[in-house]
């Protein structure tokens, strides 16, 4: 079964602390790992995907890498709009209903 | 591109009601789709798998009976909760794939909040 486990929980940071969020995986397969923003309210809004060990990709302060076992979410000098719940999910093996963390709720303060 | 809608974006409603929410992919097509429900500062939880022109297939422990899903398009799947009770109020939001490379990246509506009286 597939298993996705976000750490912290949640996160205080002043403005311009960096940072990084973890996301542990166990899956047979990988085909993708996925991180999600979440504004309270609103449905997740896609970030990046990444497909295999070794790959980054950045977004503005964001930027995110992959290991074989775990995907960090690298957040570089935050700003208060930062502040948000980071979901990551992951697809692979037979199945192609993506598994989905807890989250981190992060809160960044002026 | 990648744009998934919902409507309402918001419902109340008297409780023995029934409720239906629309989902939408506005660019892409989509033969299936996925319903979520979230409670407050929750994850995701996986309700059930909507599939163009076929029956939808829940999750364990979802009542087929009571969330009625329909796929008719490519382009729309709706969810009726049927005889709505306090207990359905959540946020219910929908999810479409796009295949890029060898995974499906799931884009997201904005979601549906359902208050039942």
């Known amino acids: 079964e597939d298993q996705v486990t976000q750490s912290p929980e949640a996160l205080r940071l002043q403005e311009g602390e960096s940072s990084s969020l973890n996301c542990s995986y166990t899956?047979?397969?990988?085909?993708?790992l996925f991180w999600y923003r979440q504004d309270p309210g609103k449905g997740p809004e896609f970030l990046f995907t990444?497909?295999?060990a070794g790959e980054e990709k950045e977004k503005e302060r964001l930027k995110a890498t992959l290991t074989k076992k775990e995907s960090f979410l690298h957040i570089t000098a935050p700003k208060p709009e930062d502040s948000a719940t980071y979901l990551c999910?992951?697809?692979?093996?037979?199945?192609?209903?993506?598994?989905f963390g807890r989250g981190t709720s992060l809160i960044v303060h002026p | 591109g990648a744009v998934v809608s919902q409507h309402p974006s918001w419902v109340i409603c008297k409780s023995g009601t029934s409720v239906k929410i629309e989902c939408r992919s506005l660019?892409?097509?989509?033969?299936?789709m996925f319903w979520y429900r979230q409670f407050p500062k929750q994850s995701l939880m996986l309700m059930a798998t909507s599939n163009e022109g076929s029956k939808a297939t829940y999750e364990q422990g979802v009542e087929k009976d009571k969330f009625l899903i329909n796929h008719a398009s490519l382009t729309l799947s709706t969810l009726t909760v049927t005889s709505a009770h306090p207990e359905d109020s959540s946020f219910y939001i929908c999810s479409a794939p796009s295949r890029v490379g060898e995974a499906d990246t799931q884009y997201f509506g904005p979601g549906t909040r359902l208050t039942v009286l």
């Open positions: 990444l497909y295999s």
């Open positions: 660019d892409f097509q989509a033969t299936t």
């Open positions: 999910a992951v697809e692979g093996g037979g199945s192609y209903i993506p598994t």
């Open positions: 899956v047979s397969g990988l085909r993708g």
